[in-house]
């Protein structure tokens, strides 16, 4: 998921649930390692957070905002709800970058990736 902050504690909200229903939450910032690493420390977020400078996940997953800041390419927040097989089972993608994902969003888009075929 790329994450916005205010996205941050909700994940944050439900990774033991996803978690004991054997799923996983992974983040991806469009910032350097030690930049994602501190906000980690900062924030405590307790799942896999990765560094995306180049925008290489985002533009992988169909995510890449090009020139979103001049000269820069970024990832557009979104959440995937990916099957054990890596396949992408649905996603929460805001039309306006400022909506964030709820909690029960995150529930009901991970039970979709483990109940569909």
């Known amino acids: ?12 909200e439900v990774y033991p649930e996803i978690q004991k229903a054997g799923g996983e939450i ?7 390692p030690e930049d994602v690493k ?15 400078p180049d925008a290489a ?3 992988a997953f169909g995510l890449l905002h090009a020139d979103a800041v001049p000269g ?10 990916v ?6 089972a649905g ?7 400022r909506c964030s994902v709820t909690p029960q969003e995150l529930r009901d888009g991970f ?7």
């Open 1 to 12: 998921m790329t994450l916005l902050p205010q996205d941050l504690a909700v994940a944050s």
């Open 26 to 32: 992974v983040g991806f910032m469009p910032d350097p």
């Open 38 to 52: 501190a906000m980690v420390e900062r924030t405590g977020v307790k799942f896999p957070m990765l560094a995306d």
């Open 57 to 59: 996940v985002a533009d």
């Open 72 to 81: 820069k390419n970024l990832g557009r927040p979104a959440v995937l709800f």
């Open 83 to 88: 099957r054990a097989d890596g396949t992408v």
């Open 91 to 97: 996603s929460f993608q805001p039309a306006n970058y």
């Open 111 to 117: 039970a979709g990736a483990v109940t569909s075929p």
